[in-house]
């Protein structure tokens, strides 16, 4: 699947040819989109899609702000996150969860749920999704505290990618 990326600030659209390359070249080290004629944030994907689950008698028709890959260990399928908006130049309202599957020469490029279900992540990825939304700006610095003050002492620590 293709993404078109508008910039809001210079007007351009650019293109990403998939989901892999959209993440390497159009998004910021913290996930959000990355005009690549200006260089700006001010950037968005629009993205309809068929019926959703919680209202089955409407499509979803949002806004992707950004994208963060989950740096995982499994070989082929590499999970990652939508952050939505309701509006083009809106605030992030939604994470979306999805895999895509590798480009080994035995395999090929999908995304979607992945095999069979949806996304699972192990706790490190979780604690590297919680960090990026914190860069991103989708959790503010004192939610960020209280969450880390909940993390187990005990649980596996963040390493970064």
Same mark, same amino acid.
């Given at each position: 699947? &293709?993404?078109? $990326?508008?910039?809001?600030?210079?007007?351009?659209?650019?293109?990403a040819g998939n989901i892999a390359e959209?993440?390497?070249?159009?998004? /910021? $080290?913290?996930?959000?989109?990355?005009?690549?004629?200006?260089?700006?944030?001010?950037?968005? !994907?629009?993205?309809?899609?068929?019926?959703?689950?919680?209202?089955?008698?409407?499509?979803?028709?949002? #806004?992707?702000?950004?994208?963060?890959?989950?740096? /995982?260990?499994?070989?082929? #399928? !590499?999970?990652?996150? *939508?952050?939505?908006?309701?509006?083009?130049?809106?605030? !992030?309202?939604?994470?979306? *969860?999805?895999? #895509?599957?590798?480009?080994?020469?035995? @395999?090929?490029?999908?995304? @979607?749920?992945?095999?069979?279900?949806?996304p699972g992540l192990t706790c490190d990825e979780l604690?590297?999704?919680?960090?990026?939304?914190?860069? *991103?700006?989708?959790?503010?610095?004192?939610?960020?505290?209280? !969450? &880390?003050?909940?993390?187990?002492?005990?649980?596996? &620590? #963040?390493?970064?990618?």
């Amino acid at each position: 699947m &293709a993404y078109q $990326i508008r910039c809001l600030k210079c007007e351009t659209d650019t293109w990403a040819g998939n989901i892999a390359e959209l993440i390497d070249t159009h998004t /910021s $080290i913290c996930g959000r989109l990355i005009c690549a004629q200006c260089g700006g944030t001010e950037t968005y !994907v629009q993205q309809i899609t068929g019926l959703w689950e919680r209202e089955p008698d409407t499509a979803w028709d949002g #806004y992707i702000r950004g994208v963060i890959r989950i740096a /995982s260990n499994a070989a082929a #399928y !590499v999970p990652y996150v *939508f952050l939505t908006a309701d509006a083009a130049d809106g605030e !992030v309202s939604e994470i979306r *969860f999805s895999y #895509y599957k590798d480009t080994r020469p035995d @395999g090929r490029l999908t995304d @979607g749920l992945g095999p069979g279900k949806a996304p699972g992540l192990t706790c490190d990825e979780l604690r590297q999704l919680l960090v990026k939304l914190g860069a *991103f700006g989708v959790l503010r610095p004192k939610e960020l505290e209280v !969450v &880390a003050q909940i993390i187990r002492f005990d649980a596996p &620590a #963040y390493t970064a990618v």
